[in-house]
Structures are given as structure tokens and as C-alpha cells.
């Protein structure tokens, strides 16, 4: 009878990491990014880079944006909710200073009024960016920062803020809210939380 030879196994890769998924964006490597975007006055690109941080929005919505979603002429709102195209639920999200000064900047510099796309093609304005530009400039400013551009993608921008709050507070139903995920395995899945997350969790608590 044929012996069976048994091949040596390979070392899981991306052990810690869904396949394919993107890289959220470090602290410095975010204000590696703002600093050089500011330095080659990339006024638009500053502010969609900012927007897409607070606001947690897939790519698709983001592109979708108009002025008079977040703002009241050049005066930007604190706080914006929108209809997510994936889910058909609404999601609410912040806008923090510093996104608020930048886009603002832009708003004024382009001349946009409420009903104009807040990033688009073209002078009129009339036309958003699509999702594989936007994709693109997200490459470009990764390798601005000096990372590999391959790691990196819309969802880098999608899942930074997220990771930072689900690393200080571990509070997943925060995040899930966040996102506009409909089911909290969704956002387990998309953080990437582990066994290994949960364990270091219970070994801080003492009974």
C-alpha cells in the first residue's frame, strides 16, 4: 500500500491581519502626512485626507459628499450624518478642528457653494471624485510618508480612527456605531480582534 509523505507546513502569514486588508495609519505617519501635504499647499488633498480620519466613511460616501452636507457655506459643521449607499443606514460622525480649518480652506479656495461636490473633477465641480482616484491619492500620500503604497488603501483611512478609539477604550460597541456596521461581528472582523485582544483584556482584571 502507498505511503502517504506528509509535506512540512508553512507558517501562517498575515497571522494577525485579515488577507488583503489594508493598514490603518499610525500617529506620526498621519502627521508625517498633514505636514507635507501643508507644505506643498495641497489645500483640497489636506482636507479629504483630514475628512476621511474624522469621519470614518467608506470611500464611496466620502467622494459622494457635498458642500451642504457638513457645512453652511464656508462654515463647517462640528458633527454631520449621512445616508450610508452600502447599508441604506444613516451614520453620524465628528468633525474636529483641525478638519474643519482645512476644509474650510478648500471650500473658500475652490469657491464652492452648498449644492457643489465637496471634492471633484474638473472646475465645475459637478462631477466627484470617483472611488479609484481617490484611491490613488491615498497611494500617493502613503508614499509621501515613506511607506510602501501597497499596504495602503482607502480603508487605511476608513479604519485609523477606528483602531485608535478600539485601542484606548476597547469598547466595540462604540465602534460598531462608529462605522454604521449593522452587526458588532462585522466590526470585530474589520478591527481584526483577536483571542489574543480578549486574553489581555481578562489578564488586567483581577477577581
Known amino acids: ?107 473658500s479656495e475652490a469657491r464652492l457653494t452648498e449644492t457643489d461636490f465637496l471634492f471633484a473633477t474638473g472646475a465645475e465641480h459637478s462631477r466627484p471624485l470617483s472611488t479609484r482616484q481617490y484611491a490613488r491619492l491615498v497611494k500617493s500620500w502613503a508614499t509621501l510618508a515613506g511607506l510602501d503604497p501597497t499596504n495602503y488603501g482607502t480603508h487605511s483611512l476608513r479604519r485609523t480612527k477606528a483602531t485608535l478609539i478600539y485601542r484606548n477604550t476597547k469598547n466595540l460597541r462604540a465602534v460598531q456605531l462608529l462605522l454604521g456596521h449593522t452587526k458588532l461581528e462585522s466590526t470585530v472582523r474589520y478591527l481584526g480582534v483577536e483571542v489574543e485582544d480578549a486574553l489581555t483584556l481578562s489578564e488586567q482584571v483581577e477577581v
Open 1 to 107: 500500500m502507498e505511503q502517504l509523505t506528509l509535506l512540512p507546513t508553512r507558517p501562517t502569514r498575515n497571522k494577525r491581519r485579515l488577507i488583503g486588508q489594508k493598514a490603518p495609519f499610525k500617529l506620526q505617519e498621519i502627521w508625517a502626512i498633514r505636514t507635507r501635504l501643508q507644505m506643498a499647499s495641497r489645500t483640497r488633498d489636506l482636507a479629504l485626507f483630514n475628512l476621511a480620519i474624522d469621519s470614518k466613511l467608506r470611500g464611496c460616501d466620502l467622494v459622494a459628499l457635498r458642500v451642504g452636507d457638513i457645512a453652511s457655506g464656508d462654515d463647517v459643521h462640528h458633527r454631520a450624518t449621512i445616508i450610508q449607499r452600502k447599508t441604506g443606514q444613516p451614520v453620524q460622525f465628528e468633525i474636529t478642528n483641525k478638519a474643519r480649518t482645512s476644509i474650510s480652506s478648500w471650500i
